[in-house]
């Protein structure tokens, strides 16, 4: 015991610790939570999650919190459908897919005039497309000035450059490669038009109070759907471009507000005598669609 005696001292000590520590978690685990205060995001509508491209937008610039919160009722009116037969249906159907899939990315594009009454009929179409509440949180800007298409062009090419040696990464490059792709956007100097399509993050009404716009991306997604449909229809090329990280600049550029923001552009125009175009093959339908 003698061996022992001088230890005693360390080991009460040791204990000593354990028990405080033991003490303190109990008292941790005893209290009741706080119960969460709002913050003022979690105060405002719901709203999809903004496209991730590193393109933030600021909403702090009209950062009120005002939304609007009313609800009208939208009156109700006959719904008068297209009847065809199923012959005219099949007919139809096949018509409209070997259209469609004659529909490429082309980026060889000529600056041959297009007449402005076809652009305009193009984007209508794109406008009949569903939204969530039917916020139609869309915004067509089309460009045909030919020094605002080369600022456009030199914003693009100089982000571009940056993200195919620096952000893209090596396996994303390589894939792009077989297509024959890279930073140069000569089209964007030579097509007729611009489209770049803004979706709206929330809506302004006219007494300056906020709308929730839900599901905007997807909304704005599908109508861009319908647009590039509505081009291959009357026989215009394009090809869909996500600048990445050039929204903010573009936005400043085309004056627009801070609501908006950039989710694609699209050069619009006829095919130049020498456009070529990958040699590609689509998917079979077995491989697309799974019947049950």
Request: glycine fraction near 4%.
């Amino acid at each position: 015991m003698a061996l022992f005696s001088p230890l005693t001292p360390v080991f009460i000590a040791i204990l000593c610790i354990v028990i405080v520590a033991m003490l303190k978690g109990f008292k941790k685990k005893s209290k009741k939570p706080k119960a969460p205060t709002k913050s003022a995001s979690e105060s405002r509508p719901w709203v999809d999650e903004d496209l991730q491209d590193n393109t933030e937008l600021n909403l702090d610039e009209e950062d009120n919190d005002d939304w609007t919160h009313r609800e009208v009722d939208v009156p109700q009116i006959p719904f008068s459908p297209l009847q065809l037969s199923e012959g005219e249906m099949l007919r139809r159907s096949q018509q409209f897919f070997e259209l469609l899939n004659k529909r490429r990315s082309v980026r060889f594009i000529s600056p041959k005039p297009v007449p402005r009454e076809v652009i305009d009929n193009v984007i209508r179409t794109a406008g009949t497309s569903p939204s969530g509440a039917h916020t139609e949180p869309w915004t067509y800007v089309v460009v045909a000035d030919p020094d605002m298409k080369h600022k456009i062009r030199e914003i693009i090419e100089e982000e571009e450059e940056i993200n195919y040696r620096q952000r893209m990464g090596e396996k994303w490059v390589n894939d792009l490669k077989r297509l024959r792709t890279n930073w140069i956007k000569e089209y964007l100097d030579t097509a007729p038009y611009l489209i770049l399509i803004f979706k709206q993050v929330y809506g302004k009404l006219s007494d300056g109070k906020k709308k929730t716009h839900y599901y905007n991306e997807i909304s704005v997604s599908i109508s861009c759907g319908i647009l590039l449909a509505a081009l291959q229809n009357v026989g215009l090329v394009t090809v869909t471009t996500t600048p990445l990280n050039c929204g903010p600049q573009l936005r400043v550029l085309l004056h627009r507000p801070a609501n908006e923001k950039l989710l694609m552009l699209l050069p619009v125009g006829y095919p130049s005598e020498d456009a070529t175009v990958p040699d590609l093959n689509r998917k079979k339908l077995e491989d697309i669609m799974v019947f049950v």
